[in-house]
């Protein structure tokens, strides 16, 4: 029953890390302090009141302008605010279900004393909502500077193999405290080389081909990350999914000459990185279900 204020809650406070994020993802390519100085108008510098930072709520009542100078603000500021809180907002909502769930089905002792199952369910959410910010902030700093940066996704690989090496399995799969900690790592390693290993594949073979850079190394380590996290069943449906929305992006980009001869460079050449961050996004939150429909309509299980 608590499902609803801390779903609220959860929302609310992805829409503040949103704004946190656009903070990162403004100033820290520019190799400015994300902390000092208060929040400026990136034109005119003048500092912004209160009222105007406020997440979501703020772009849409200036209606995307500075008040003072009329400079437009980046879309990506509200876009960033409203995914990160709407999609914390389904983690909380998920898990808790899931958690109620499983406790339905546990005789009362158990039930009121699964203190470990307690902890994985905080652990899972905790996770989850980490890594989706961070494929959030991928995702945004891919489209608009093509850039995986190796000092966030290398991190985040060792970060992801710590997460599921304590969970015992990858936040694709239920925890599984009893699995033994050498095939806990080795699993992981594979997953991480198969998954990177697929996009240096493809680099290749397009060198091979074209004799010039197809797909950057950031999106192997992309890949890597991914495996970390979610496994190499979650990588692979991240990959594919990528793909597919990848594709879907430049059939409905070369249908429209207007946008095709826009100077906009992300419309030139398609960021593959954003779109495997929300395929890694969709295989976080709704990987199994996604499987379990794909399995059922093509009638390989019923
Ligand atoms: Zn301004």
Not at 22 to 41: I, Q
Not at 80 to 103: D, K, M, S
Not at 152 to 171: C, H, K, M, N
Not at 287 to 297: D, E, T
């Given at each position: ?52 930072n406020i997440p979501l709520v703020s772009w849409l009542a200036l209606r995307g302008r500075c008040r003072t100078c009329g400079t437009a603000i980046s879309i990506r500021y509200p876009m960033v605010e409203l995914a990160v809180g709407a999609l914390w907002a389904t983690t909380v909502f998920q898990t808790i279900h899931h958690f109620q769930n499983a406790q339905a089905g546990l005789p009362y002792p158990i039930a009121s004393f699964s203190a470990l199952y307690l902890l994985q369910s905080a652990t899972t959410i905790g996770a989850k909502m ?173």
């Amino acid at each position: 029953m608590f499902s609803f204020p801390a779903t609220i809650l959860a929302g609310l406070l992805g829409l503040a890390f949103g704004s946190f994020l656009n903070v990162c993802l403004t100033r820290w390519p520019a190799g400015e302090s994300v902390v000092k100085p208060r929040s400026h108008c990136r034109a005119c510098e003048r500092t912004l009141a209160w009222w105007e930072n406020i997440p979501l709520v703020s772009w849409l009542a200036l209606r995307g302008r500075c008040r003072t100078c009329g400079t437009a603000i980046s879309i990506r500021y509200p876009m960033v605010e409203l995914a990160v809180g709407a999609l914390w907002a389904t983690t909380v909502f998920q898990t808790i279900h899931h958690f109620q769930n499983a406790q339905a089905g546990l005789p009362y002792p158990i039930a009121s004393f699964s203190a470990l199952y307690l902890l994985q369910s905080a652990t899972t959410i905790g996770a989850k909502m980490l890594l989706i910010w961070l494929l959030v902030g991928l995702a945004a700093l891919d489209a608009e500077r093509f850039w995986l940066p190796d000092i966030v996704t290398v991190p985040a690989i060792l970060l992801g193999v710590a997460v599921s090496t304590f969970r015992g399995d990858s936040l694709f799969e239920s925890p599984n405290p009893s699995a033994p900690i050498l095939l806990r790592l080795l699993n992981l390693a594979f997953a991480i080389l198969v998954a990177a290993g697929i996009i240096l594949l493809i680099r290749w073979i397009y060198w091979l081909i074209r004799r010039r850079e197809g797909i950057g190394l950031g999106d192997a380590k992309l890949m890597a990350l991914l495996a970390a996290w979610l496994g190499l069943p979650g990588a692979l449906l991240s990959f594919v999914m990528g793909v597919v929305l990848g594709a879907l992006a430049g059939v409905a980009i070369l249908g429209m000459p207007k946008l095709r001869h826009a100077k906009s460079p992300g419309l030139t050449r398609l960021p593959l990185g954003t779109f495997l961050c929300i395929g890694g996004i969709a295989a976080t939150l709704w990987g199994p279900q996604i499987l379990a429909g794909y399995l059922r309509w093509s009638g390989l299980s019923r």
